[in-house]
């Protein structure tokens, strides 16, 4: 399986693709959003992804409201949920601007739509369509986005397999182009996440849905569950990016930035190089520790012309000559003729024997 978005192939016999989630990382700044492309594009990212949303488009005040208190990564913020999402929206003039600072640093743009009229108006600046885990159950955002026609990369944090079965089925009759992701949607930044990311998962979700592509998007520090996920397979991934763990925002504290984004990329690049082929055979570089590490049959004394051999006769010693004969040939070589004179230590070979 391979799709194609912007200028990258994606798929199992290609790079790793990496999406740097700004999201609301600009802080309410478009020089700080463009800012913050070139640092992902210079790091290694292939593409900088932005979310579309409106405050009153995502999230009810008086539900948010109506709850005694805040949980997960909201309790630490200082302003209420509405608040904090009316701050981190970005306005749709922004879109081709970003798209345009996209196009200068050679990576895609991307953004997440949350309404029905971001993603109509997303349509001719994305080369693929991110859903967020939260929409997963959003069956009509989910088709909207499928009917367009192009890659939708599909995020599966905070559900189940039936919920992720549903959405993959909603998109898969609609539209072939899948990418589907293991993600954990904890925002605390907490080292115990890592106890909650279930990367084998990707390999339940080979096994049911063998014509997507997996991926992963991802909220702990580190390449360590990047390295993870694509020794199992996955070949998109996410994680958020900022330049600065510190800044006051929703996003920073759990956010790679551009030196441990680099170290990333450059770690799964060396990975990508191991995973090789699945074919067991000696490498290329091995050719010489092939002849040096193994062992053949060698004359244990010197054997005469005629000699009938014995096992007492052989030795099993390295080096592995070329041409000489191997230590699982050893039944064949008792009790055959030296039909020349051997030296001990002399390499046997099936040239110098005979019934």
Partial sequence: MEIKIGSNVIGENHPTYFIADISANHDGDLERAKLLIRLAAESGADAAKFQNFRAPEIVSDFGFRSMQDQVSHQATWMKSVFEVYQD??????????????????????FSSPYDF?????????????????????????????????????????????????RAVHTILRINPQLVLMQCNTNYTASDENFDHIHLRVLETFRVMFPDVILGLSDHTFGPTTVLGAVALGARVIEKHFTDDNDRVGPDHPFSMTPTTWRDMVDRTREMERALGSADKRVGENE????????????????????????????????????????????????????????????????????E
């Avoid at 981190?88 to 743009?109: M, N």
């Fill in 117 to 165: 009229e971001a993603i109509d108006m997303l349509d001719q600046y994305v080369p693929a369509y991110k859903i967020g885990s939260g929409e997963i159950t959003w069956l009509e955002a989910l088709e909207r986005m499928a009917n367009l026609g192009k890659p939708v990369i599909l995020a599966t944090g905070a559900s189940d397999i039936g919920d992720v079965q």
């Fill in 287 to 354: 050719q010489e520790t092939v002849v040096i590490q193994r062992r053949c049959l060698r004359a244990a004394r010197d054997i005469a012309k005629g000699e009938i051999l014995s096992r007492k006769m052989i030795a099993v010693l390295r080096p592995a000559t070329k041409g000489a004969i191997y230590p699982y040939e050893i039944s064949q070589v008792i009790g055959a003729k030296a039909i020349t004179d051997i030296t001990a230590g002399q390499e046997l070979r099936w040239t110098d024997l005979g």
């Fill in 88 to 109: 981190a929206s970005i306005p749709f003039e922004w879109t081709p601007i970003l798209k345009e600072e996209c196009d200068q640093a050679g990576i895609d743009y």
